[in-house]
Structures are given as C-alpha cells and as structure tokens.
Nanobody, 121 residues
Framework: QVQVVESGGGLVQPGGSLRLSCAASGRIFSISVMGWYRQAPGNQRELVATVTKDGVTSTADSVKDRFTISRDNAKNTVYLQMNSLKPEDTAAYYC???????????????WGQGTQVTVSS
C-alpha cells in the first residue's frame, strides 16, 4: 500500500555531482523519518543521512561536508544532493521511509529498490 521509488543514480566522474530523489506514494497518513542508506560490494548497508518531518537532519561523518539531505513534505519526497563525489562513494543507494498508513496507528518501514551510483573516470 506504500510504494517507495528512487531515481537519479548513474555514472559520474570524480568531483561530479548527482541529485537522488525518492518519492513515497500510496495510502499514507503521515511520514516521520526519511533517509538514505548505501551498500557497496562486500560491505554492510550503512546509514548516509536522515531527515525528520520537521526538517532535522543527521548526516554520516564521511559525507557530511559533501552531501545534503532535504525533503518536500507536500510531495512525500526526500532528496540527497551529492557533491564532490569520490570513487569510494560508489554503492547502491537505498531510500528508507518510516510511515503510517491510512487507518493504522503504528509506524512501518518501507524500502526502495535501490539506485546505483558509480563514480569513476
């Protein structure tokens, strides 16, 4: 009943930029936290950044000077602006949404399918 769809990944050169988008849709009552995770081959999935409904953000130390997370509550969409990309940023990026469905009182987690970001010259 809740769908999460990411877009914006691709191949970029070191130093380049990408803007990832993630839109949640369906019978949604409200969304609390939205975030981005990433997973490179051989690594565990790691938290990149989160943003609350009120706009409070948290960003991993490894990317906080280069990445910015934001959201548009009216569109149920979260963004990840990635600047000064490095080869070590190469990973599959996943969107995570914590939301209440219409007619429920509990919060559930929803994941996108992932979008590949490759940084290479």
């Amino acid at each position: 009943q809740v769908q999460v769809v990411e877009s914006g990944g691709g191949l970029v050169q070191p130093g380049g930029s990408l803007r990832l988008s993630c839109a949640a849709s369906g019978r949604i009552f409200s969304i609390s936290v939205m975030g981005w995770y990433r997973q490179a081959p051989g690594n565990q999935r790691e938290l990149v950044a989160t943003v609350t409904k009120d706009g409070v953000t948290s960003t991993a130390d490894s990317v906080k000077d280069r990445f910015t997370i934001s959201r548009d509550n009216a569109k149920n969409t979260v963004y990840l602006q990635m600047n000064s990309l490095k080869p070590e940023d190469t990973a599959a990026y996943y969107c995570n949404v914590q939301a209440r469905r219409l007619g429920t009182i509990h919060v559930e987690e929803y994941w996108g399918q992932g979008t590949q970001v490759t940084v290479s010259s």
